[in-house]
């Protein structure tokens, strides 16, 4: 097989143009600048930045963009609480500083959690009257946001390239998804150098992350060549890749690609949109907000397979071949794919993390009743009902593939 990859310089910092203009190499944080000249330009002279407390300092791209910001005159205030999993009650805080503050465009450092924070921020400021709840249980359909600029710091969500946004309601355990066009990023970062700090458990859950958008983008009902094409060589890439990064967490090369499997992986599910491993998940960290949600897609994806495997076996055998060597049978693709997600050490499975079998009514519910997941669920390649998704999380809780 080619080593096309040894053809490009991972120095090199290109531009990657889907709807958003993406920078995309090492270094390529220094486009801020750039980025914020023509801000300045336009008369964008306030922002508000959205991060998590930690990584958008530690990883130094808060230096480079400070410095940014004000060496073009633009003021700044930073909301600097965003969680993994993003509630609406964390957004309408934040919407409320950036409303007080008058900013007029949104700056997110971070990985999905921050972006997505960052965009439903960017709807509630053009929507000052209404609040992130009402954004998540589509009590009014957005046309217009504050721009966005998304520099991102983990190769998993592709959130900095498409029209998603995902935050979990507390009071109702539910966790929707949001989709419009005036939520893409006008620029997104894509910089391999500020990702070499991931923990091990964090390298590995984005990753399956992108894994799992690209193997729903390729089997749904909406699903083109496109989508199928970007899956093949996003779980090449991962399947190449992230074994040499937990091995190596400063290997640039490693993240570089698999930064650049992200890219394209946000990019397959904004055009063949996302399906059961998603709509399942969801629940499961609304139950719980500090379970991962990468964690949640591997523990998931397995029994997916397996239903999925009659209706898509075709898609299936040509995107998984690069990480599982037998396809021939939905019980060897199940336990291939669970074999291969044990090779990057996440064997885990729901009973594992706490979930029983007194919860599978309650998630199952919760994946039919949840805002926006019937959408995901109508676009599988098998009919969804209750009674298959409960044996998905039933599946789930020890082994589907035993």
Same mark, same amino acid.
């Given at each position: 097989?080619?080593?096309?990859?040894?053809?490009?310089?991972?120095?090199? =910092?290109? #531009?990657?143009?889907?709807?958003?203009?993406?920078?995309?190499?090492?270094?390529?944080?220094?486009?801020?600048?750039?980025?914020?000249?023509?801000?300045?330009?336009?008369?964008?002279?306030?922002?508000?930045?959205?991060?998590?407390?930690?990584?958008?300092?530690?990883?130094?791209?808060?230096?480079? =963009?400070?410095?940014?910001?004000?060496?073009?005159?633009?003021?700044? *205030?930073?909301?600097?609480?965003?969680?993994?999993?993003?509630?609406?009650? +964390?957004?309408?805080?934040?919407?409320?500083?950036?409303?007080?503050?008058?900013?007029?465009?949104?700056?997110?450092?971070?990985?999905?959690?921050?972006?997505?924070?960052?965009?439903?921020?960017?709807?509630?400021?053009?929507?000052?009257?209404?609040?992130?709840?009402?954004?998540?249980?589509?009590?009014?359909?957005?046309?217009?946001?504050?721009?966005?600029?998304? *520099?991102?710091?983990?190769?998993?969500?592709?959130? #900095?390239?498409?029209?998603?946004?995902?935050?979990?309601?507390?009071? /109702?355990?539910?966790?929707?998804?949001?989709?419009? &066009?005036?939520?893409?990023?006008?620029?997104?970062? &894509?910089?391999?150098?500020?990702?070499?700090?991931?923990?091990?458990?964090?390298?590995?859950?984005?990753?399956?992350? +992108?894994?799992?958008?690209?193997? %729903?983008?390729?089997?749904?009902?909406?699903?083109?060549?496109?989508?199928?094409?970007? +899956?093949?060589? @996003? *779980?090449?890439?991962?399947?190449?890749?992230?074994?040499?990064?937990?091995?190596?967490?400063?290997?640039?090369?490693?993240?570089? $690609?698999?930064?650049?499997?992200?890219?394209?992986?946000? =990019?397959?599910?904004?055009?063949?949109?996302?399906? $059961?491993?998603?709509?399942? #998940?969801?629940?499961?960290?609304?139950?719980?907000?500090?379970?991962?949600?990468?964690? !949640?897609?591997?523990?998931?994806?397995?029994?997916?397979?397996?239903?999925?495997?009659?209706?898509?076996?075709?898609?299936?055998?040509?995107?998984?071949?690069?990480? @599982?060597?037998?396809?021939?049978?939905? &019980?060897?693709?199940?336990? !291939?794919?669970?074999?291969?997600?044990?090779? @990057?050490?996440?064997?885990? /499975?729901?009973?594992?993390?706490?979930?029983?079998?007194?919860? =599978?009514?309650?998630?199952?519910?919760?994946?039919?009743?949840?805002?926006?997941?019937?959408?995901?669920?109508?676009?599988?390649?098998?009919?969804?009902?209750? %009674?298959?998704?409960? +044996?998905?999380? /039933?599946?789930?809780?020890?082994?589907?593939?035993?």
């Amino acid at each position: 097989m080619s080593n096309w990859e040894n053809d490009l310089n991972i120095n090199d =910092v290109m #531009e990657i143009r889907t709807r958003t203009c993406v920078y995309f190499g090492c270094g390529a944080i220094q486009k801020i600048n750039d980025i914020a000249k023509i801000y300045s330009e336009r008369g964008i002279d306030k922002v508000i930045v959205m991060s998590g407390r930690n990584a958008y300092k530690s990883t130094g791209a808060w230096s480079v =963009v400070e410095k940014a910001l004000q060496e073009n005159n633009i003021g700044y *205030i930073n909301y600097d609480k965003v969680t993994p999993n993003p509630t609406t009650d +964390a957004i309408d805080e934040a919407a409320k500083m950036a409303i007080e503050f008058g900013a007029k465009a949104v700056i997110t450092i971070g990985g999905g959690s921050p972006t997505d924070a960052g965009k439903s921020v960017a709807i509630l400021l053009k929507y000052p009257n209404e609040t992130g709840s009402n954004l998540y249980t589509f009590k009014f359909a957005p046309t217009e946001a504050a721009p966005i600029v998304a *520099i991102n710091l983990t190769h998993g969500t592709g959130s #900095e390239t498409n029209r998603f946004a995902v935050a979990t309601i507390l009071d /109702k355990n539910y966790k929707p998804a949001i989709a419009y &066009d005036c939520i893409y990023p006008e620029y997104a970062i &894509d910089d391999p150098d500020l990702m070499t700090g991931l923990s091990p458990k964090q390298t590995r859950y984005v990753s399956i992350d +992108a894994v799992n958008h690209v193997v %729903e983008a390729a089997t749904s009902t909406v699903a083109s060549p496109y989508s199928v094409t970007l +899956a093949r060589q @996003v *779980i090449e890439l991962v399947g190449k890749y992230l074994p040499k990064a937990i091995q190596d967490p400063a290997d640039r090369e490693a993240r570089y $690609y698999l930064c650049y499997a992200a890219l394209m992986g946000g =990019v397959a599910f904004d055009n063949g949109l996302l399906h $059961y491993t998603h709509a399942l #998940e969801h629940p499961l960290s609304a139950i719980k907000p500090d379970f991962s949600h990468g964690l !949640g897609l591997a523990i998931l994806l397995p029994a997916v397979i397996k239903n999925i495997y009659a209706a898509k076996a075709e898609t299936l055998k040509y995107i998984l071949e690069p990480i @599982v060597k037998d396809l021939s049978t939905a &019980d060897k693709a199940t336990k !291939g794919v669970y074999e291969w997600l044990k090779s @990057v050490d996440v064997p885990n /499975k729901l009973s594992d993390e706490g979930f029983s079998e007194s919860d =599978v009514k309650k998630l199952t519910e919760l994946a039919f009743t949840t805002p926006s997941l019937d959408g995901l669920l109508g676009i599988a390649p098998t009919k969804a009902t209750k %009674e298959s998704v409960s +044996a998905i999380y /039933k599946e789930s809780l020890y082994s589907c593939c035993l």
